[in-house]
């Protein structure tokens, strides 16, 4: 291995081992600063000890201090002068949505699959039975990972003629909450099957300005049956980075969702973002750190989690064709591989 790929992994053994304790430990505590409001404080006004720090945001001055010594000595985006700290040279780095996503949800959300990797590899745990993800963080992970084709998706809507769109499979409704600030003229409907996610997504939807046009509603977004009478003004559904999850049952369980959703809303359209599964001669072909974020995804977080492994866009254009729907378009140059589809039931 030669050039960028191996000055990425470290040219020896020694700049490899403590490149993975870096990044692990950097890891954790970029989640952290963000999740306790110190980068934010430090992007408002920069120059602050950690004590000062720290009363602001009402975490533990000595802890907080080593925290940012660690990183103002390992990284580039803390700098320390005169026992002060601010932004460096790339502190806006820490506000990509990459690396919101990372935080959120791999760190945040998915840190207990390696935590626990020892025990389920040997049997002794099974997630979803002796723990599970923190579904506040997965929402705020995902919601970074997908946002970058929020604009696209409002600007299909436009031209679908939908006022009233549903999010299936909610969560905290950040989605269709972005959605309705993106446009001022729609209105919402959340649907999931997680109470609690439900009056998250109230507060947020409070907090943003956009509750007086979002309705949020418990429901089984495979049993469209049981909730279909309580929308009859959606005009439109949406799905992003959802629908996957039901493969854990088999294709064919979605594919029967789908028709169920056909007979439901007959003439209605379904928009849905997925992640377009990636070969193994495509992994050798990509940049090693072009590669991290999807593997991570589809090798690791979907066969750990039990859901079923992520699939091809040709393979849900099978499934939209058993289902007897029509894709009216599908785009597929999104970043992290996420494809869209429109389709009429």
């Given at each position: 291995?030669?050039?960028?790929?191996?000055?990425?992994?470290?040219?020896?053994?020694?700049?490899?081992?403590?490149?993975?304790?870096?990044?692990?430990?950097?890891?954790?505590?970029?989640?952290?600063?963000?999740?306790?409001?110190?980068?934010?404080?430090?992007?408002?006004?920069?120059?602050?000890?950690?004590?000062?720090?720290?009363?602001?945001?009402?975490?533990?001055?000595?802890?907080?201090?080593?925290?940012?010594?660690?990183?103002?000595?390992?990284?580039?985006?803390?700098?320390?002068?005169?026992?002060?700290?601010?932004?460096?040279?790339?502190?806006?780095?820490?506000?990509?949505?990459?690396?919101?996503?990372m935080s959120y949800g791999a760190v945040g959300g998915y840190a207990s699959l390696l935590y626990n990797m020892v025990?389920?590899?040997?049997?002794?745990?099974?997630?979803?039975?002796?723990?599970?993800?923190?579904?506040?963080?997965?929402?705020?992970?995902?919601?970074?990972?997908?946002?970058?084709?929020?604009?696209?998706?409002?600007?299909?809507?436009?031209?679908?003629?939908?006022?009233?769109?549903?999010?299936?499979?909610?969560?905290?409704?950040?989605?269709?909450?972005?959605?309705?600030?993106?446009?001022?003229?729609?209105?919402?409907?959340?649907?999931?099957?997680?109470?609690?996610?439900?009056?998250?997504?109230?507060?947020?939807?409070?907090?943003?300005?956009?509750?007086?046009?979002?309705?949020?509603?418990?429901?089984?977004?495979?049993?469209?049956?049981?909730?279909?009478?309580?929308?009859?003004?959606?005009?439109?559904?949406?799905?992003?980075?959802?629908?996957?999850?039901?493969?854990?049952?088999?294709?064919?369980?979605?594919?029967?969702?789908?028709?169920?959703?056909?007979?439901?809303?007959?003439?209605?359209?379904?928009?849905?973002?997925?992640?377009?599964?990636?070969?193994?001669?495509?992994?050798?072909?990509?940049?090693?750190?072009?590669?991290?974020?999807?593997?991570?995804?589809?090798?690791?977080?979907?066969?750990?989690?039990?859901?079923?492994?992520?699939?091809?866009?040709?393979?849900?254009?099978?499934?939209?064709?058993?289902?007897?729907?029509?894709?009216?378009?599908?785009?597929?140059?999104?970043?992290?591989?996420?494809?869209?589809?429109?389709?009429?039931?």
């Amino acid at each position: 291995m030669t050039g960028v790929n191996a000055e990425w992994l470290g040219g020896d053994v020694k700049a490899w081992a403590q490149s993975i304790r870096n990044g692990y430990i950097r890891a954790f505590i970029i989640l952290a600063l963000h999740e306790t409001g110190v980068f934010e404080a430090l992007r408002r006004r920069g120059g602050r000890t950690a004590q000062e720090l720290a009363a602001e945001c009402d975490v533990d001055a000595h802890l907080l201090e080593g925290t940012l010594n660690f990183l103002a000595h390992a990284d580039r985006v803390i700098e320390k002068r005169d026992g002060r700290f601010s932004l460096g040279e790339r502190g806006d780095w820490v506000f990509a949505d990459q690396v919101l996503a990372m935080s959120y949800g791999a760190v945040g959300g998915y840190a207990s699959l390696l935590y626990n990797m020892v025990d389920t590899l040997k049997g002794r745990k099974r997630y979803g039975v002796d723990f599970v993800r923190p579904g506040d963080l997965i929402a705020k992970g995902s919601y970074y990972t997908g946002k970058s084709n929020y604009p696209w998706v409002v600007s299909q809507f436009q031209q679908l003629g939908a006022r009233v769109v549903a999010d299936l499979g909610c969560g905290s409704g950040d989605v269709v909450i972005a959605f309705c600030k993106l446009d001022p003229s729609l209105h919402g409907v959340g649907i999931d099957i997680a109470p609690a996610a439900l009056e998250e997504a109230r507060r947020r939807a409070d907090a943003a300005g956009v509750a007086d046009r979002i309705r949020w509603m418990l429901g089984d977004v495979q049993r469209p049956a049981t909730w279909a009478a309580s929308v009859p003004d959606v005009q439109a559904f949406n799905a992003i980075m959802v629908i996957h999850e039901f493969l854990r049952d088999g294709e064919d369980a979605v594919v029967e969702m789908f028709r169920r959703m056909k007979e439901a809303f007959p003439g209605r359209h379904f928009l849905m973002g997925e992640f377009d599964r990636i070969s193994d001669d495509e992994y050798e072909q990509m940049p090693y750190p072009d590669r991290i974020h999807p593997l991570f995804y589809q090798e690791i977080i979907h066969p750990h989690t039990w859901q079923g492994l992520p699939i091809t866009k040709e393979a849900w254009l099978r499934i939209f064709e058993l289902a007897g729907t029509e894709v009216v378009t599908m785009k597929d140059d999104f970043p992290f591989r996420l494809v869209e589809f429109v389709v009429r039931f």
